[in-house]
């Protein structure tokens, strides 16, 4: 007899956050998406994308579409909240390719839709690092064969952003971004990192040694200060390729990024 699919939750899986969101917030994490996970959004066979916890303001999705809509015209995105006062404000909002539901971690589709990709950005900020793990992996389990969750944090403008890509197998990289005019020391991405990774950037641990390195290779890379941050960000993330596993290249690079794999910064055991 072939294994029943459990019914989904009848209450969302979740707890409420602060819910803050500004417009162009997350500019940084979609233009990385819609390169990124550009190919497998075109080969998808049902390009739904679920912007997971958007807030008080539905920004955020209405922005995601929009870049989305760069790779693939018929992309849709649903926002999910847990909270069903933002839903109904939100709801105005909706267009075609464009819908808001109540939710949470189960993420609710219709028809048991699997998403190509879900974003959650500076939603698990507000939970336990304990509990990151089970979130992932429920994340996970909702995600299409080919699809892709990325959950992270950044600041209320979006200048500094650290998030971690994984697939249906779990954790694949760590990207961190930035708008290279505001740095001052790379280690300032540190308050940004993700749950998963924030507590632990601390000595012996390997986000703290990476953080350090890139500190240290930003120093020595002072002199290209004068051709501008971004040549200097360009050198920086040369030098770091001799020791950690950097996964990009300078096209990234020009933009303020270097992604690394995941296993690299991992807390140990």
């Known amino acids: 007899m072939a294994a029943r699919t459990p019914p989904p939750p009848s209450r969302p899986v979740g707890a409420v956050t602060r819910g803050t ?35 008080a303001a539905p920004w955020t999705a209405v922005e995601l ?17 847990i909270e069903p006062a933002r839903v109904a404000a939100a709801r105005p909002y909706a267009r075609d390719g464009l819908s808001f539901r109540h939710g949470g971690f189960e993420v609710p589709l219709d028809g048991g839709r699997r998403p190509a990709l879900i974003r959650a950005a500076n939603v698990l900020r507000q939970y336990d690092e304990a509990e990151v793990a089970a979130v992932w992996a429920r994340l996970c389990a909702r995600l299409a064969p080919d699809g892709l969750l990325v959950e992270g944090t950044c600041d209320e403008i979006g200048r500094r952003h650290v998030w971690v890509a994984l697939g249906p197998e779990g954790p694949r990289t760590v990207t961190f971004a930035t708008r290279l005019g505001s740095l001052v020391t790379p280690s300032d991405l540190a308050e940004r990192l993700p749950k998963a990774l924030i507590h632990r950037n601390v000595p012996g641990e390997p986000v703290h040694a990476f953080l350090r390195d890139f500190d240290r290779a930003w120093a020595a890379a002072a002199p290209y200060a004068s051709l501008g941050a971004r040549q200097r960000w360009i050198r920086t993330v040369t030098s770091l390729r001799a020791d950690w596993p950097v996964t990009d290249g300078p096209r990234r690079w020009r933009q303020g990024e270097v992604t690394l794999r995941w296993e690299a910064l991992a807390p140990p055991g």
Do not use: C, F, K, Q
């Open 21 to 55: 969101t500004n417009p162009n917030r997350l500019r940084r994490m979609d233009r990385w998406i819609a390169d990124a996970h550009g190919p497998a959004l075109r080969r998808s066979a049902d390009p739904v994308a679920v912007d997971l916890g958007y807030g």
């Open 65 to 81: 579409l929009a870049r989305l809509r760069t790779v693939r015209a018929d992309a849709e995105v649903v926002g999910v909240e």
